[in-house]
T-cell receptor
Framework: AQTVTQSQPEMSVQEAETVTLSCTYDTSESDYYLFWYKQPPSRQMILVIRQEAYKQQNATENRFSVNFQKAAKSFSLKISDSQLGDAAMYFCAYRSAVSGYSTLTFGKGTMLLVSP | SAVISQKPSRDICQRGTSLTIQCQVDSQVTMMFWYRQQPGQSLTLIATANQGSEATYESGFVIDKFPISRPNLTFSTLTVSNMSPEDSSIYLC???????????FGPGTRLLVL
């Protein structure tokens, strides 16, 4: 079974600074998807970014980018120019690309605190 | 991405009662998912609901406790039956996008059982 590990229960960053959230996973599959979701205090889960394992290029969405290291099974999220609105719980998630098997496996989450 | 709504957004219930949570999507989707998020915890999948078939439950979750309906391609309900304080959680529904690769989540239902 796949597992997702987020080793940082909490991280802090100042506005305009850059922060990196760590995520590692364990799988025997070669084709899969990885996601970062954000859950602000209002609790709506929002997709931040996703990465297909077959793509070598790291995904980027505006201020959010990932460092995907397939061999190391590492998938970190970098937030540049941090804003107060980035404060939230961030979850890393794994999904197999095997057809018909859609279950998401989540890490325990990292709480990101942003200070002025 | 699809627009997903849930009702109620929150509720306080007495133990031994049941609550039905509704999930509505603004477009037709094949698969819908129900998750539980206990206080301060990550998300745990309860079951997967396909239209026209029985829901598939994950280990540790049973139909008698969490009956699910999926009457059409835009709607599903999750019932939390015979509630106890341990059922106090956020319950979220999610759907896959048209590619079947990415899940999007509803706003959640915050349940407190006294």
């Amino acid at each position: 079974a796949q597992t997702v590990t987020q080793s940082q229960p909490e991280m802090s960053v100042q506005e305009a600074e850059t922060v990196t959230l760590s995520c590692t996973y364990d799988t025997s599959e070669s084709d899969y998807y990885l996601f970062w979701y954000k859950q602000p205090p209002s609790r709506q889960m929002i997709l931040v970014i996703r990465q297909e394992a077959y793509k070598q290029q790291n995904a980027t969405e505006n201020r959010f980018s990932v460092n995907f290291q397939k061999a190391a099974k590492s998938f970190s999220l970098k937030i540049s120019d941090s804003q107060l609105g980035d404060a939230a719980m961030y979850f890393c998630a794994y999904r197999s690309a095997v057809s018909g098997y859609s279950t998401l496996t989540f890490g325990k989450g990292t709480m990101l605190l942003v200070s002025p | 991405s699809a627009v997903i709504s849930q009702k109620p957004s929150r509720d306080i219930c007495q133990r031994g009662t049941s609550l039905t949570i509704q999930c509505q999507v603004d477009s037709q989707v094949t698969m819908m998912f129900w998750y539980r998020q206990q206080p301060g915890q990550s998300l745990t999948l309860i079951a997967t609901a396909n239209q026209g078939s029985e829901a598939t439950y994950e280990s540790g979750f049973v139909i008698d406790k969490f009956p699910i309906s999926r009457p059409n391609l835009t709607f599903s309900t999750l019932t939390v039956s015979n509630m106890s304080p341990e059922d106090s959680s956020i319950y979220l529904c999610s759907v896959e996008d048209v590619t079947g690769e990415t899940q999007y989540f509803g706003p959640g239902t915050r349940l407190l059982v006294l």
